[in-house]
């Protein structure tokens, strides 16, 4: 028969598990509105019977439940749903920064609008034609200086502009990158506590919470692959080790060699690092290599690509998206003052002594950046008759300058950029520019909406799984209480039987 008294540290027991269960239950209530908190709870397991098996045990009806055992504290976490929200997150990170760069650009070329290019470009185009049905007035020459001077200026604004934000992307860069090696800085220091509460045999659940969150906000910013490594020692079955943490290609693929970020298993990272070449010119280039935590020591791959993630939308933007529409204003600008600085120096306006109409910098090269009209010329200067083959004025109130010049803005074809071979108008050229921004910019926002959705919907999922419901928490706060008050009314009756059996037993 089992002693009474083994029965009073059956409900002792009892009384501990349910009070660590309590206090389990506030923790969690607690840390309700905690960031990338896990709820928690007691494993609970019957102690070991009674009695137990032998060739000498007691014989009787059967064992006899001896009470209850906290086996161990535990986060309630889905591997599965991790790997979802990770991946989403990195899909994100790449589409948000393309539309954010995409979106900027269009505010700076603020097409179709009365401000812009295409607006700018009428203006000039009327202005030409004014000055074909008014040709022997100085003033409708004027107001031709006047409209060039618009169009010049609308280029340089959006080049300028347009390079100021490419600017911010370089800086962008830089500063997600040190973000990326601060991570890891903090997941190597979280394996190395994680390592020593292991080996002891406790669960580090705050310090896991803790490191999951730091590889979310990581795999948003490069795509990574997490791998467990069991700690030394003598860490529980439920232990989840340290993280080895892999940057991979977009596909999931590992790069050759092997661009570990984490090493879980010696306990020391290695940091990224990015050389950015080229800076202020058409063809900026991004170099991404995986560097010691000294940043100069070679580590790994010399050259990462195609590592998706925030970091990689902010390259592409930086050295591709940019750069490409730059360099096709650079072109637009050009053939602009080329083209119609040919068709003007046809014109009875025309005067060597004073130069062309369009200008660029001091070596004569024209770009979006610094075209503009020349400062030297008047009204008078802009003339709408042209010249005989013999080069001498055509008659007062001929129209031919004027209407070729116009037709450079509007009629005239020509290859505009040296990689298209189809010859375009001016106008046309703008238009199909504006129209590609516009394309690229729906197509990285829809991929954005896409990635936030789906990103979302696995988030709602882990939280479901994770989450701490203060519901479900007070219902488990009531059931401890019955619980524990059971246990202390059972020893209140194991009381009373001891008092029977020693002071009324005489």
Same mark, same amino acid.
């Given at each position: 028969?089992?002693? *009474?008294? $083994?029965? !009073? #540290?059956?409900?002792?027991?009892? +009384? &501990?598990?349910?009070?660590?269960?309590?206090? %389990?239950? @506030?923790?969690?209530?607690?840390?309700?509105?905690?960031?990338?908190?896990?709820?928690?709870?007691?494993?609970?397991?019957?102690?070991?019977?009674?009695?137990?098996?032998?060739?000498?045990?007691?014989?009787?009806?059967?064992?006899?439940?001896?009470?209850?055992?906290?086996?161990?504290?535990?986060?309630?976490?889905?591997?599965?749903?991790?790997?979802?929200?990770?991946?989403?997150?990195?899909?994100?990170?790449?589409?948000?920064?393309?539309?954010?760069?995409?979106?900027?650009?269009?505010?700076?070329?603020?097409?179709?609008?009365?401000?812009? *290019?295409? $607006?700018? !470009? #009428?203006?000039?185009?009327?202005? +030409? &034609?004014?000055?074909?049905?008014?040709?022997? %007035?100085? @003033?409708?020459?004027?107001?031709?200086?006047?409209?060039?001077?618009?169009?010049?200026?609308?280029?340089?604004?959006?080049?300028?502009?347009?390079?100021?934000?490419?600017?911010?992307?370089?800086?962008?860069?830089?500063?997600?990158?040190?973000?990326?090696?601060?991570?890891?800085?903090?997941?190597?220091?979280?394996?190395?506590?994680?390592?020593?509460?292991?080996?002891?045999?406790?669960?580090?659940?705050?310090?896991?919470?803790?490191?999951?969150?730091?590889?979310?906000?990581?795999?948003?910013?490069?795509?990574?692959?997490?791998?467990?490594?069991?700690?030394?020692?003598?860490?529980?079955?439920?232990?989840?080790?340290?993280?080895?943490?892999?940057?991979?290609?977009?596909? @999931?693929?590992?790069?050759?060699?092997?661009?570990?970020?984490?090493?879980?298993?010696?306990?020391?990272?290695?940091?990224?690092?990015?050389?950015?070449?080229?800076?202020?010119?058409?063809?900026?280039?991004?170099?991404?290599?995986?560097?010691?935590?000294?940043?100069?020591?070679?580590?790994?791959?010399?050259?990462?690509?195609?590592?998706?993630?925030?970091?990689?939308?902010?390259?592409?933007?930086?050295?591709?998206?940019?750069?490409?529409?730059?360099?096709?204003?650079?072109?637009?600008?050009?053939?602009?003052?080329?083209?119609?600085?040919?068709?003007?120096?046809?014109?009875?306006?025309?005067?060597?002594?004073?130069?062309?109409?369009?200008?660029?910098?001091?070596?004569?090269?024209?770009?979006?950046?610094?075209?503009?009209?020349?400062?030297?010329?008047?009204?008078?200067?802009?003339?709408?008759?042209?010249?005989?083959?013999?080069?001498?004025?055509?008659?007062?109130?001929?129209?031919?300058?004027?209407?070729?010049?116009?037709?450079?803005?509007?009629?005239?074809?020509?290859?505009?950029?040296?990689?298209?071979?189809?010859?375009?108008?001016?106008?046309?050229?703008?238009?199909?520019?504006?129209?590609?921004?516009?394309?690229?910019?729906?197509?990285?926002?829809?991929?954005?909406?896409?990635?936030?959705?789906?990103?979302?919907?696995?988030?709602?999922?882990?939280?479901?799984?994770?989450?701490?419901?203060?519901?479900?928490?007070?219902?488990?706060?009531?059931?401890?209480?019955?619980?524990?008050?059971?246990?202390?009314?059972?020893?209140?009756?194991?009381?009373?039987?001891?008092?029977?059996?020693?002071?009324?037993?005489?």
């Amino acid at each position: 028969m089992i002693p *009474i008294f $083994s029965s !009073l #540290d059956m409900m002792q027991r009892a +009384l &501990q598990v349910t009070q660590t269960a309590i206090q %389990t239950t @506030g923790h969690n209530i607690s840390n309700a509105n905690t960031d990338g908190y896990s709820r928690q709870r007691v494993n609970l397991t019957t102690w070991l019977p009674y009695p137990g098996i032998g060739i000498n045990a007691a014989r009787g009806a059967g064992q006899i439940g001896t009470g209850v055992n906290d086996d161990a504290i535990v986060r309630i976490r889905d591997q599965f749903v991790d790997l979802q929200v990770r991946d989403n997150s990195n899909q994100n990170g790449y589409w948000n920064s393309l539309s954010d760069a995409y979106s900027q650009m269009e505010d700076i070329i603020n097409e179709p609008t009365d401000t812009g *290019i295409s $607006s700018e !470009l #009428d203006g000039f185009w009327q202005s +030409l &034609q004014d000055l074909a049905g008014n040709s022997g %007035t100085s @003033g409708t020459g004027t107001v031709v200086l006047q409209k060039g001077s618009a169009v010049a200026d609308t280029f340089n604004y959006i080049a300028l502009s347009l390079g100021k934000v490419q600017n911010n992307l370089n800086q962008q860069i830089t500063e997600n990158t040190k973000l990326v090696n601060n991570y890891a800085d903090q997941i190597n220091a979280l394996n190395t506590e994680i390592n020593k509460q292991e080996a002891n045999g406790l669960l580090a659940n705050d310090l896991y919470d803790e490191r999951d969150a730091l590889t979310d906000k990581l795999a948003q910013l490069v795509n990574i692959k997490v791998t467990k490594v069991p700690s030394g020692g003598n860490p529980s079955p439920l232990a989840e080790g340290k993280y080895t943490i892999e940057m991979v290609d977009q596909n @999931g693929a590992s790069f050759s060699p092997a661009a570990t970020l984490v090493d879980g298993a010696a306990l020391t990272n290695n940091h990224l690092k990015t050389d950015i070449t080229g800076a202020g010119t058409s063809s900026p280039n991004v170099t991404v290599s995986m560097v010691k935590t000294d940043d100069t020591t070679p580590a790994g791959p010399s050259a990462l690509t195609g590592f998706s993630g925030k970091l990689q939308g902010l390259i592409d933007a930086y050295t591709n998206d940019y750069p490409s529409v730059l360099k096709s204003l650079d072109n637009m600008a050009s053939t602009l003052a080329d083209k119609f600085n040919t068709v003007y120096q046809n014109t009875a306006g025309y005067d060597s002594s004073k130069g062309l109409f369009f200008l660029g910098d001091a070596s004569g090269t024209v770009n979006a950046a610094n075209i503009h009209v020349n400062e030297n010329l008047t009204g008078s200067d802009v003339k709408a008759n042209g010249l005989n083959a013999d080069g001498t004025a055509k008659p007062s109130g001929d129209n031919s300058g004027a209407s070729a010049l116009s037709d450079v803005i509007a009629v005239n074809p020509y290859t505009i950029d040296g990689a298209t071979s189809d010859a375009t108008t001016l106008k046309s050229y703008l238009q199909s520019l504006i129209g590609q921004i516009g394309v690229n910019a729906q197509s990285a926002d829809q991929f954005s909406s896409n990635s936030n959705t789906m990103l979302t919907a696995a988030q709602n999922r882990r939280s479901s799984i994770s989450g701490v419901s203060l519901d479900e928490e007070l219902t488990n706060l009531i059931q401890l209480q019955h619980s524990y008050g059971a246990a202390a009314k059972v020893v209140t009756t194991l009381d009373t039987l001891l008092d029977t059996l020693i002071n009324k037993m005489g």
